[in-house]
């Protein structure tokens, strides 16, 4: 079992960045692939970042060139750097654990999910 818990969300003006953090229990992250994902409300859960365990890293068009996933398999942690935020980024940010590489939700373990709201 793999407990994750995300933090670093919050309120942010367009424009601005945040960081989230993902911190990991149970078990080692190092064989995981790490995936972001985002739920804003009436909306589908969407994929945002993946990081796989060899270091490849994969993103939403629409967050390209503005987020950056990283980890940090000694503290057990993957991180999503926000920055440009726009208004339409707003949403629940989830943090995943997958052992197949997948750019979809259909991931083995979940976090709870950190608000973050981008004001216009």
């Known amino acids: 079992q793999v407990q994750l818990v995300e933090s670093g969300g919050g309120l942010v003006q367009a424009g601005g960045s945040l960081r989230l953090s993902c911190a990991a229990s149970?078990?080692?992250?190092?064989?995981?692939?790490m995936g972001w994902f985002r739920q804003a409300p009436g909306k589908e859960r969407e994929f945002v970042a993946c990081?796989?365990?060899?270091?490849?890293?994969y993103y939403a068009d629409s967050v390209k060139g503005r987020f950056t996933i990283s980890r940090d398999n000694h503290r057990n942690t993957v991180y999503l750097q926000m920055n440009s935020l726009k208004p339409e980024d707003t949403a629940v940010y989830y943090c995943?654990?997958?052992?197949?590489?997948?750019?979809?939700?259909?991931?083995?373990?979940w976090g709870q999910g950190t608000q973050v709201t981008v004001s216009s």
């Open positions: 995943a654990a997958a052992r197949v590489l997948v750019l979809t939700p259909e991931y083995d373990y």
């Open positions: 149970g078990r080692t992250i190092s064989s995981f692939n």
């Open positions: 990081i796989s365990w060899t270091g490849s890293l």
